[in-house]
DNA sequence: CCTTATGCATAATAAACTTAGGTATATATT
DNA sequence: AATATATACCTAAGTTTATTATGCATAAGG
């Protein structure tokens, strides 16, 4: 990613929350989704995100679903049941996470 | 530290905004200062963070002082001029990643 | 024709960490 | 007396996770 080297670790989960708002999306796809949605400033290079994805299918928690749109390769990635579940779990660490952080950096800060 | 992989990439900024909060620090101390205000989240290794202060200390943003208390050693860090400079840069940069995170991760979020 | 965008992928490298080990003193427990 | 726990420093080896660089291939715009 772009903005130094903050993101480790993280990337596997923002795959994951990303696969269960959508349903099912392509790689390239979550680059730009990740990119638009953080307004440029997190940017997933594809060397950190195909390993991701494959890494993720290896170990269950994700389905993909070959499909050609204009002649161009698409592999749709899909959260199977296992993903579901885990993607719950990783998003309620990273948010401990988050909060954690926060209150370090800036115990001023609140959440609601 | 302990708890996963999240939070490589910011243990220089943390280390570096309690050198500044708190004036001076030695090691073991800044390892449980962590681990108060995160009620045990983030447990600093040893193995991540006295690399991390003498490369901070050869990068010139930190001082040393050795001392002996109760016949042990203890070094305690502080911040040069150069150190609180760049807190401020890292803790900037931190607090943006952090708003990035919470923005892909939940954002329904508001931070005041 | 050449660049940019789309779309996949991997190999080499670098960074940041964990794990495991080492040294040493002080205090509390069995 | 022996052992465990806490304090206090440190490093080496290995793993994880990312970046950088590269490759292949199609489509569209200048």
Redesign the interface.
């Known amino acids: 990613m772009s903005?130094?080297?903050?993101?480790?670790?993280?990337l596997n989960?923002?795959i994951l929350?990303l696969l269960d708002e959508q349903g099912k999306m392509y790689g390239y796809e979550i680059t730009q989704k990740?990119k638009a949605?953080?307004k440029g400033?997190?940017q997933i290079t594809e060397g950190a995100l195909y390993p991701a994805l494959h890494k993720l299918e290896a170990e269950g928690l994700l389905d993909v679903e070959v499909a050609k749109v204009d002649n161009r390769l698409r592999k749709y990635y899909m959260l199977t049941e296992a993903g579901e579940k885990e993607t719950v779990n990783r998003?309620a660490?990273?948010?401990?996470?988050?909060r954690?952080?926060?209150?370090?950096?800036?115990p001023n800060?609140?959440?609601?």
Chains 1, 2 share one sequence.
């Open positions: 903005n130094s080297k903050l993101y480790k670790g993280s989960t923002i929350k990740v949605l953080t400033e997190l998003l660490e990273l948010e401990e996470f988050i954690s952080m926060q209150n370090l950096v800036n800060w609140s959440i609601n």
